[in-house]
């Protein structure tokens, strides 16, 4: 089960288990800001597009590069990213803040779909 890692490195970063379809990796977004690494999309696409989002409807906060790389690690295809980024920015933040504490609904849903699983 490889989102335990993606779900067990939010845990560690004192994010609460994500929820979602299958399986969810509540990577936490961020707004833009803090220093980027060069290697690290802007904004707006895929697990960039993800992050930021979590981050923009949970009070919780992660590294914006750490959510990114930990998202990366886990759908490396960047079609995969892509789906994944877009789901996760169609949820409301309501539905947002619910999944991040469960194992299984909205954020799980866009996980799965975007691993075709």
Do not use: H
């Not at 992660?62 to 789906?83: F, G, T, W, Y």
């Not at 999944?99 to 779909?113: A, F, L, R, T, Y």
């Amino acid at each position: 089960m490889r989102w335990l890692t993606f779900a067990g490195l939010f845990l560690a970063s004192a994010w609460p288990a994500g929820c979602g379809g299958r399986v969810d990796d509540p990577t936490p977004s961020s707004l833009a800001g803090s220093s980027r690494s060069t290697n690290v999309p802007a904004a707006g696409v895929g697990c960039a597009a993800a992050c930021d989002r979590f981050r923009e409807c949970t009070a919780a906060r992660e590294d914006r590069d750490a959510c990114i790389a930990a998202c990366v690690k886990e759908l490396p295809e960047a079609s995969e990213a892509r789906s994944y980024g877009t789901c996760i920015e169609a949820l409301s933040c309501d539905q947002i803040e619910r999944g991040v504490s469960m194992n299984w609904g909205p954020i799980g849903e866009c996980w799965s779909k975007a691993r075709r699983r």
